[in-house]
């Protein structure tokens, strides 16, 4: 089992930036991807980016390349997402995800592969 802990979530302005955590526990070594997703009220859960454990190969969606950063510290056992330039449209509860196998293009994109999943934090940004 892994345990999956996300912090970092809150209120910001447009424009501003936010740094998420997700904090992993437990079989660390039995998952090879890591993800964040998010969940906008009313919208279905999308992949915002997603990071190999031990390469550090990345891949992100297309509303938030650019603006939006994925890193993992394996020694650490945690996943960030730093969050800059943000909008309206990225309010959603942002939830850490992680699955024991390596994703590629869009395979990385459905998220019933990904077997462990955090609560979840809450990300708002106001216009």
């Known amino acids: 089992q892994v345990r999956l802990v996300e912090s970092g979530g809150g209120l910001v302005q447009t424009g501003g930036s936010l740094r998420l955590s997700c904090a992993a526990s437990?079989?660390?070594?039995?998952?090879?991807?890591i993800t964040w997703f998010r969940q906008a009220p009313g919208k279905e859960r999308e992949l915002v980016a997603a990071?190999?454990?031990?390469?550090?190969?990345?891949l992100y969606n297309d509303s938030v390349k650019g603006r939006f950063t994925i890193s993992g510290d394996i020694d650490k056992n945690t996943v960030s997402l730093q969050m800059d330039r943000l909008k309206p449209d990225d309010t959603a509860v942002y939830y850490c995800a992680a699955g024991p196998f390596y994703c590629s293009g869009s395979g990385c994109y459905d998220r019933n592969l990904y077997r462990y999943w955090g609560q979840g934090t809450q990300v708002t940004v106001s216009s």
């Open positions: 437990g079989r660390t070594d039995s998952v090879y991807t």
């Open positions: 990071v190999r454990w031990n390469s550090g190969i990345t």
